[in-house]
């Protein structure tokens, strides 16, 4: 992006938002459907499976003040059609869909049908919830989703705009990434006693599922085994929703953005997301474990978080050198 900035920092702050908040309900849809189908194979108390979607979703202070106890009932209240919960599913459609409202100029008309046609969807299933719809319900949500990214590859110009949706998009998905693979580690095991066992196997599946990423972890390691999948979703290069993977596009998209060289920066969220890529690049698993995973998400999510505030003080109230009053976003922007 050169100093004349073509790109409207109100129009890159909606679309990099309206692509997060996209990702984010979709996301939301995958915790929630894979749970419903997880609590069917464990015994035990299924509360506990509740909790853990709580505990991903980083509202569990909130969640206790609303609600108290996590059962199925409340936890998708709480997570798919409270209104009043900044990062629901039916908040996270509803916010989308207003960005894309205030940018319609930019995107394109199928894209905005699509927006608009999830969140009506969305909005018409919370007059009427029942459990017996709500499998299929969030595996609608889900495709409609990838039927939103499909188009907005297919249908809008790959320039500015197009780099700021992605970008939004693939930090969004390292951050859930993270914090599906973190719960597994330190909340959803009930006892060490599983360990090992086909119960623990059927947690790994889950969180395999979450990612929709089983299918192709079979292919590559065979036999689940923690350090492996570890391996597959934080290091590896080409699964789509790996953490490295999206990290490396998100570089690619920022790059694409501002012109820079690779190997230098101009702005600090350059200088930021080439750190976490470069730590990417070159960190091995082993290393990862042996420090303590749960560490090391925390500060990787700490570092998504860091690179969203700086991408807002680089692209968003950024001001010219002239002393004029630059362009600035009034939209919402979402919970990190």
């Known amino acids: 992006m050169n100093e004349t900035r073509p790109l409207l920092s109100r129009v890159a702050d909606a679309v990099y938002w ?3 908040y996209i990702e984010r309900a979709e996301n939301v849809a995958r915790y929630i459907g894979v749970n419903l189908n997880l609590q069917l194979d464990l015994p035990g108390d299924p509360s506990q499976h509740w909790q853990s979607l709580i505990d991903t979703s980083g509202d569990s202070a909130e969640f206790v003040k609303r609600y108290g106890e996590a059962t199925q009932h409340t936890v998708v209240e709480f997570l798919a059609f409270n209104a009043e919960n900044p990062n629901s599913i039916f908040s996270c459609l509803r916010s989308a869909r207003e960005n894309a409202r205030s940018v319609r100029e930019t995107i394109s008309s199928e894209m905005w049908e699509q927006v608009n046609e999830m969140y009506l969807h ?4 919370q007059l009427a919830p029942g459990a017996e719809w709500l499998p299929e319900f969030f595996r609608q949500l ?3 989703s990838h039927l939103f990214q499909g188009i907005t590859d297919a249908t809008m110009t790959h320039n500015e705009a197009w780099h700021f949706a992605r970008l939004g998009r693939k930090l ?3 951050d859930k990434t993270s914090r599906i693979l973190d719960v597994k580690y330190f909340m959803l095991l009930p ?5 090992g066992t ?3 196997d059927i947690h790994w599946s889950a969180v395999l599922k979450s990612v929709s990423g089983l299918e192709m972890y079979r292919k590559k390691f065979g036999k689940l085994e923690p350090h492996d999948i570890v391996d597959f979703l934080v290091m590896d290069r080409d699964f789509p929703r790996a953490i490295h ?5 998100a570089d690619a998209s920022l790059r694409a953005i501002t012109g820079t060289e690779p190997g230098t920066f101009h702005y600090r969220s350059e200088r930021l997301m080439g750190l976490l890529r470069s730590e990417l690049d070159f960190t091995p698993v082993d290393q990862i474990l042996s420090n303590g995973l749960h560490g090391y998400l925390d500060a990787l999510q700490q570092k998504v978080n860091d690179i969203d505030d700086a991408l807002l003080t680089d692209f968003v109230n950024w001001r010219p050198p002239v002393q004029t009053q630059s362009q600035t976003s009034t939209v919402t922007r979402g919970s990190r």
């Open 18 to 20: 309206m692509a997060r």
């Open 245 to 249: 993977y999206c990290i490396t596009r």
């Open 198 to 200: 086909p119960y623990d």
């Open 142 to 144: 889900r495709l409609s």
């Open 172 to 174: 969004e998905r390292a």
């Open 191 to 195: 006892s060490l006693s599983d360990v």
């Open 122 to 125: 969305m909005a018409a299933q």
